[in-house]
């Protein structure tokens, strides 16, 4: 292996760390309640289809889905603890795609028992800006998979 060749596999392995860590860290700021700093994990023309909320685009209108929208879903209600696994991501220079499960955990507020369990997916495309990983869009799909009773017919 030339040395041109592993300083573009570390180069991969090294995006590949900061893209998991990106998206991390996207999860820790929705619990935490950090609508800024999930606005900022976003490229300036990223797009957001978070469930039934319907695509948003730019970073404006992303703002308004979290801190008008997402922000007041259920406030008070219950606490939500979000679990994201297995991501399969593929690199092509300064562009990424992936997908993740996602795992939500609805609990009482008062006691922090678990109330029920929901299983989603998201499906992203990443992009380099100024040397950070970004999102250029993520979707989230729930209930995933799709019921196969709701597949198309062949």
């Known amino acids: 292996m030339t040395l041109k060749e592993l300083e573009k596999r570390l180069r991969t392995l090294e995006d590949l760390e900061a893209i998991k860590n990106l998206h991390h860290e996207y999860i820790f700021r929705l619990l935490n309640r950090q609508w800024d700093e999930i606005v900022d994990c976003f490229a300036e023309d990223g797009m957001a ?60 507020p008062t ?30 799909t729930r209930p995933w998979p799709i019921e196969p009773e709701s597949l198309p017919k062949d």
């Not at 889905?65 to 300064?94: C, T, Y």
């Open 111 to 140: 006691t922090g028992n678990a109330l029920r369990w929901t299983q989603g997916r998201h499906d992203c495309e990443y992009v380099k800006v100024d040397g950070k990983w970004k999102f250029k869009s993520v979707k989230y």
């Open 49 to 108: 289809n978070i469930a039934h909320h319907g695509l948003r685009k730019g970073k404006a209108e992303i703002a308004t889905l979290f801190k008008e929208r997402i922000s007041k879903m259920n406030a008070g209600k219950w606490r939500d603890a979000h679990f994201v696994v297995q991501p399969v991501i593929s690199i092509d220079g300064d562009k990424a795609k992936g997908y993740w499960l996602m795992y939500i955990m609805i609990a009482d």
